[in-house]
């Protein structure tokens, strides 16, 4: 999965609880990237991060917030967990200066909210 | 925003046969198409990309092909093999690098 590691893998919570989300690489790619897979939708973009403290929305971005204090890391925190984010997760690292660069997805992390 | 739709949702074909998947994006500044392969548990795989100065590209038993008048790509696989069977995206790339996906094509290769 192109020295991207996603932790947790799998994680069940409760409505209401603060949620994180960890994305780590070792690429030292640029540009990170969060997305949802839900049946039906395929892969949504959530956030994205080109540098370090530099982020910006996605397509669903309501009800979530990411943090890069680091080229490594890309967290994704779900401040107030709802069962409609039940959904699995994916970050993706890209090494573009600008457009048209091939994204590399991790393995995925499996929330569920109750 | 970009809108990518994907057909068929599901295919089933014999081992050796070809199979075709096709794809149509709404925003004609899109210039980036990536198609993934995704098996049972696991990421997204990168297999084959295609950008708008060219019109078809191969590795291999895969192809894509893209018509940017008509705004439609596709996948085409080769010789099928068990080992191809997965779902498979495509996307579309509109500005900084964003990628808007397709819903997935389910190809199931029967020995």
């Known amino acids: 999965d192109a020295g991207i590691t996603q932790s947790p893998r799998h994680k069940v919570t409760e409505t209401g609880t603060p949620v994180t989300l960890r994305c780590h690489q070792t690429?030292?790619?640029?540009?990170m990237y969060w997305y949802r897979q839900d049946p039906g939708h395929g892969l949504r973009l959530i956030h994205y991060s080109y540098g370090v403290k530099d982020t910006d929305k996605g397509e669903v971005s309501d009800g979530y917030s990411v943090s890069r204090s680091k080229t490594e890391d890309f967290l994704l925190t779900l401040e107030s967990a709802t069962s409609s984010q039940t959904s699995v997760y994916f970050c993706a690292i890209s090494p573009g200066q600008g457009v048209s660069y091939e994204q590399y997805f991790g393995p995925g992390t499996r929330l569920t909210v109750t | 925003g970009e809108n990518v739709e994907q057909h068929p949702s599901t295919l089933s074909v014999q081992e050796g046969d070809s199979a075709v998947i096709k794809c149509t994006y709404s925003?004609?500044?899109?210039?980036?198409f990536p198609w993934y392969k995704q098996e049972l548990g696991k990421g997204p795989q990168l297999i084959i990309d295609i950008r708008s100065n060219v019109g078809e590209k191969k590795d291999q038993r895969i192809a894509v092909t893209l018509n940017k008048t008509a705004k439609h790509f596709s996948l085409h696989i080769t010789e099928t093999q068990p080992e191809d069977s997965a779902v498979y995206f495509c996307?579309?790339?509109?500005?900084?690098?964003?990628?808007?996906f397709g819903t997935g094509t389910r190809l199931t290769v029967i020995p």
């Open positions: 690429e030292n790619h640029r540009y």
């Open positions: 925003d004609s500044a899109s210039n980036y």
């Open positions: 996307a579309a790339e509109i500005g900084a690098n964003n990628l808007f």
